[in-house]
């Protein structure tokens, strides 16, 4: 059987740094990435003969070892979008981030438009798909503000799982945190990124969310001197940690086959 030729196309996209997979698979479907003059096709795979473009212009592919990516952790505050455009003119993420050349800043998931806190960048795309692959459940964990205290029993259900609209969900773990007068701060826990789901996961329960802060994405917290709307790179170390995450994962799940 003869071995497919190199790589997937998005996946060697990705890997330079221009964008996730997923934008990469969206620009094959509206067909502007070209493989040797003849337009891209998903599943398309290629090494370094082929000549790629995207949008007319040359990509120049590099070997893997050629490749410097940069990662950092971002304070968000309330008020921002996490999208590179807004309809509406708000303020988007991308505005308070360093310039680079030749790369795009890949959000490592998203934050609501009013949620604070912690969000990794990263212009490596094949490191942004792996941490926001389902397989992969990195834990996040949030700062939670609500009105009043939660009954014992509501914070049971959710751990053991409450139905939303688009499926079952459930908090890995809930502490208390204290809190004054009318407020109350939980911290909760969760392996899945979908939309809201924190805060959704509240308001099956009649809780209402008055604050929401993302405080810590796998081994990575939130750094105490970072101010809203600052920045910082990922030491060596740190990212090494996020690596070793996603590999014991992989090893894990291929020890269960």
Not at 100 to 122: P, Q
Request: overall charge positive; charged content about 30%.
């Amino acid at each position: 059987m003869q071995k497919p030729k190199g790589e997937k196309l998005q996946k060697v996209l990705a890997r330079l740094g221009l964008g996730s997979r997923r934008e990469i698979e969206q620009w094959i479907q509206q067909g502007r990435l070209t493989i040797n003059q003849t337009p891209a096709k998903l599943g398309d795979r290629i090494d370094h003969t082929d000549k790629i473009k995207l949008d007319g212009r040359l990509v120049r592919l590099k070997d893997p070892d050629e490749i410097k990516h940069r990662t950092i952790v971002y304070h968000k505050p309330a008020g921002e979008m996490c999208s590179r455009h807004d309809p509406e003119g708000r303020p988007t993420i991308y505005e308070a981030l360093p310039k680079i050349r030749g790369k795009r800043w890949i959000s490592v998931g998203r934050l609501d438009f009013n949620t604070s806190g912690l969000l990794l960048l990263t212009t490596d795309g094949e490191l942004a798909n792996r941490l926001m692959h389902p397989a992969s459940e990195i834990e996040r964990e949030y700062a939670v503000r609500v009105l009043g205290t939660v009954n014992p029993a509501v914070l049971q259900r959710l751990k053991q799982g409450v139905k939303l609209e688009d499926g079952m969900a459930h908090f890995d773990s809930i502490r208390e945190a204290g809190g004054e007068g009318a407020n109350h701060w939980y911290h909760v826990i969760l392996r899945e990124g979908r939309n809201r789901e924190v805060r959704r996961l509240f308001e099956s329960q009649d809780v209402k969310v008055s604050r929401l802060i993302r405080v810590r994405y796998g081994c990575i917290t939130l750094p105490r001197f970072l101010r809203f709307g600052q920045y910082r790179d990922l030491e060596k170390a740190e990212l090494n940690g996020l690596l070793a995450l996603l590999n014991a994962k992989q090893d894990k799940k291929s020890k269960s086959f």
